[in-house]
């Protein structure tokens, strides 16, 4: 609602509306009161204007300046005539202003009992001009102006444009994938090379030392010369029939070369392709002793993650038994350890240096170990194996014509099996090797019985725990109580020392 005050828009409030229209109400009044006034004072002017003339005609009624005028008489009755009429419209108009008063103070009663009107046409009957300047156009001026919105189109853009910087993303994310599938094919053709590389400089031996090369094991007739392809960079080779050996793995580690990532971190930090030969030697033929010999860097780790190493062996320097100063022992019994170590076995080691990563002979083999030791129920399962890790020549960079150059590697790996299979330890060493050997099984099953006490003492926590919460939850207080002194009963006995009652006889 609006409301003026002179020519001045403001918003009042409920009590300034009312107000604001007591006193336009009020200066109304007055106004009407002044003209009635001053209508009263002109008749009051009049009245002793004419008594004064009366009184001077009464005083000289025969004076000779008078002027003889037949309708004198009817021009004083015309005049008096005109007199009453104005009183009388005076008066019509005092009442219609006292019946226009009288009802809008009656519509204002009538308002303040009723709710009050917020529309802005509440004060059209005091639309004076004169009064409230611009009352109309400063209200019309209050209003918003609703203006239609423009529509903007937007220019649409062509399907095929011939601006080619607009696809400058699209164009590397396309070059990205075409440099990952050529570097995918390139290296998938470069690994399989490699493998095959190595078969056909290996067959001959392998031949003539195993009467299965290269079996899958998906026929039923044996096969010869297949590589299983675990994946692109990953292919194995199993052999068997050969005396002293259930069977020989051949796996080649070949480097990532289809994975783009591992290419391009293989040039900040180069690595080699390796080759791991593991021969499952027949139990009766091997004797009990664990050896290992590794590089500085890598005798660390397998000390650390292999069961058997960690348990049975203990570091000794190479250079006692003639060997390069890259090169750790890990050593059970010294006599297994000369005896594997002859002239022939460290002369090789000390040519290719580079090239054998570690040789891991154990009759106690039983892979890593495993991650949370407190998982493990059961002793593992043991079996005699002779392990070999070969690094191939050239950092990643390796040929084909380099795989041949790593059959004396392969040619030693058999010398070992052969070896191993004669030694036989002495009296003095077998007891040893056979007194660690219960050892170890002793603590591996005071271990277990640990575990399985403190499986049962969880159990039993768990139990009272559920015991006390229904205890808790019980409503009945007798009941509650007899629950408690029989958990208290049953917890004093169990803390009471055992005592073992024995009977005499009497004589």
């Known amino acids: 609602m609006q409301s003026y005050s002179g020519s001045r828009l403001y918003e009042p409030s409920v009590t300034g509306k009312y107000c604001c229209r007591y006193l336009s109400i009020k200066k109304i009044h007055l106004i009407e009161r002044g003209k009635r006034e001053s209508q009263k004072m002109r008749l009051v002017l009049f009245g002793l204007f004419v008594l004064v003339i009366g009184i001077v005609a009464a005083s000289n009624p025969h004076g000779a300046d008078v002027d003889d005028n037949e309708f004198a008489e009817f021009e004083e009755l015309d005049e008096d005539e005109v007199m009453f009429e104005d009183t009388k419209q005076d008066e019509l108009k005092e009442q219609r202003v006292d019946n226009k008063v009288d009802e809008t103070v009656a519509e204002e009663d009538e308002d303040d009992d009723a709710t009050v009107e917020t529309e802005d046409d509440e004060f059209e009957h005091f639309n004076d001009e004169e009064e409230f300047v611009g009352f109309d156009k400063d209200r019309e001026s209050t209003k918003p102006k609703e203006k239609m919105q423009e529509l903007i189109l937007n220019q649409v853009p062509q ?247 790593m059959l004396p590697l392969l040619k030693l790996v058999l010398y070992c099996v052969d070896k191993v299979s004669r030694l036989q330890l002495g009296k003095e060493a077998r007891a040893k090797a056979d007194k660690k050997r219960q050892k170890m099984q002793e603590v591996f099953e005071k271990a277990t019985h640990q575990q399985r006490q403190e499986q049962a003492q969880q159990r039993r926590e768990e139990k009272r725990r559920v015991e006390k919460e229904r205890l808790m939850a019980e409503e009945d207080p007798d009941k509650a109580r007899k629950l408690e002194e029989r958990d208290s009963r049953r917890e004093a006995k169990r803390k009471q020392p055992k005592m073992k009652m024995m009977k005499v006889k009497a004589m």
């Open 159 to 405: 399907h095929l444009r011939t601006n080619w910087d607009s696809f400058v993303i699209e164009i590397l994310m396309l070059a990205g994938l075409g440099v990952y599938l050529l570097n995918f094919l390139h290296g998938k053709n470069t690994n399989h090379k490699l493998a095959q590389a190595w078969l056909n400089s290996h067959r001959q031996i392998l031949e003539e030392q195993f009467s299965i090369v290269g079996d899958d094991g998906t026929s039923k007739e044996a096969q010869s010369g297949t590589f299983i392809k675990e994946s692109e960079n990953v292919y194995a080779l199993w052999c068997s029939g050969r005396s002293c050996v259930e069977g020989m793995l051949v796996e080649l580690k070949l480097i990532k070369r289809q994975d783009l990532i591992s290419t391009i971190a293989g040039f900040m930090k180069p690595v080699s392709d390796q080759i791991m030969i593991q021969i499952d030697m027949d139990p009766k033929v091997m004797d009990k002793f664990v050896f290992a010999v590794a590089t500085k860097r890598s005798c660390a780790k397998i000390h650390k993650d292999m069961v058997d190493l960690s348990q049975f062996t203990e570091k000794k320097n190479g250079e006692k038994y003639d060997l390069s100063s890259s090169y750790q022992i890990l050593s059970e019994i010294g006599e297994a350890t000369v005896s594997v170590l002859d002239k022939k076995v460290t002369s090789v080691l000390n040519k290719y240096e580079g090239l054998v990563e570690f040789m891991h002979f154990s009759d106690q083999y039983s892979g890593l170990k495993a991650q949370d030791d407190s998982q493990t129920s059961k002793l593992p399962e043991v079996k005699p194996v002779l392990t070999f890790c070969f690094n191939v020549p050239g950092k990643g960079k390796c040929k084909p014509a380099d795989m041949e150059n």
